[in-house]
C-alpha cells in the first residue's frame, strides 16, 4: 500500500530550467494538492484539483503549472526554475467526505534548489 | 489575517512534563479541524482529528472552542518522541481545502 508517491526525492536546478514534479496515489482519492514548505511560511497551497481533468489556483500558484490527465497522477511543472522556487515540495491527496475525518495523506516531499 | 494562526514556539520542555499548544482560527464556517504531525525533513502526519465534545487519544488531548475560534493540543508526560513540530490544521466549509497553520516547535528534553 504505497499510498502517496513523489519523483523525484532531490533535484538541483540552474535558474530557467524546467522540470516536472510527479505525485501518484493509489487510494482512488478524488483531490489532489501540491503545496511548497519554506521556513517560517508554514505550508502554502500551490495548486490542487478537485478531480480528473480539473485544476484550480490556489494561495503561491505564479511560476507554476499543473495538469491531472489520469485520477491517480499530479503534475507540478515549473516553466523557468528561478531560486525563489527552492523549497521542500509537497503533494497530498484527501477524499471526498473521509477528509472531513481523516484530513490529507501526504507524500514524502521533494527538495528543489535553484541555483 | 491568516487563515490559521499559531505561536511558533519553540517550547522546551523536560521529560514528563504537559505542555499545551494553542491555534486560533479566523473563518467561523470552517468545518474540521486536525492537529498534525511533522518531524524534521518529513512530511506531516495525521496526529489526530479534533471533534466538538473535544477528544483524547492516549496522552493527547484535543478541544475545540467554536466560540472563540480557537484549538488546542495538550500532552501529557511528554517523552522524547514527541519532539516535532505540531501543525493546526483547519478545513473550510468548501470541503475541499485545508489550511495550515505555520507550526509549533517542542523539544522534549532529557
Known amino acids: 500500500n504505497a499510498g502517496v508517491t513523489q519523483t523525484p526525492k532531490f533535484r538541483v536546478l540552474k535558474t530557467g530550467q524546467s522540470m516536472t514534479l510527479l505525485c501518484a496515489q493509489d487510494m482512488n482519492h478524488e483531490y489532489m494538492y501540491w503545496y511548497r514548505q519554506d521556513p517560517g511560511m508554514g505550508l502554502r497551497l500551490i495548486h490542487y484539483?478537485?478531480?480528473?481533468?480539473?485544476?484550480a489556483k490556489g494561495e503561491v500558484p505564479d511560476g507554476y503549472n499543473v495538469s491531472r490527465l489520469k485520477k491517480q497522477n499530479f503534475l507540478l511543472g515549473l516553466e523557468s526554475a528561478a531560486p525563489s522556487q527552492t523549497s521542500v515540495y509537497f503533494c497530498?491527496?484527501?477524499?471526498?467526505?473521509?477528509?472531513?475525518?481523516?484530513?490529507?495523506?501526504f507524500g514524502s516531499g521533494t527538495r528543489l534548489t535553484v541555483v | 489575517r491568516k487563515e490559521v494562526e499559531q505561536d511558533p514556539g519553540p517550547f522546551n520542555v523536560p521529560e514528563g512534563a504537559t505542555v499545551a499548544f494553542n491555534c486560533t482560527y479566523s473563518n467561523s464556517a470552517s468545518q474540521s479541524f486536525f492537529w498534525y504531525r511533522q518531524d524534521c525533513r518529513k512530511e506531516p502526519k495525521l496526529l489526530m482529528s479534533v471533534y466538538s465534545s473535544g477528544n483524547e487519544d492516549g496522552r493527547f488531548t484535543a478541544q475545540l472552542n467554536r466560540a472563540s475560534q480557537y484549538i488546542s493540543l495538550l500532552i501529557r508526560d511528554s517523552k522524547l518522541s514527541d519532539s516535532a513540530t505540531y501543525l493546526c490544521?483547519?478545513?473550510?466549509?468548501?470541503?475541499?481545502?485545508?489550511?495550515f497553520g505555520t507550526g509549533t516547535s517542542l523539544t522534549v528534553i532529557p
Open positions: 490544521v483547519v478545513l473550510k466549509n468548501t470541503g475541499n481545502q485545508f489550511y
Open positions: 497530498a491527496s484527501s477524499s471526498i467526505g473521509a477528509n472531513l475525518l481523516y484530513g490529507y495523506t
Open positions: 484539483s478537485v478531480g480528473e481533468g480539473t485544476t
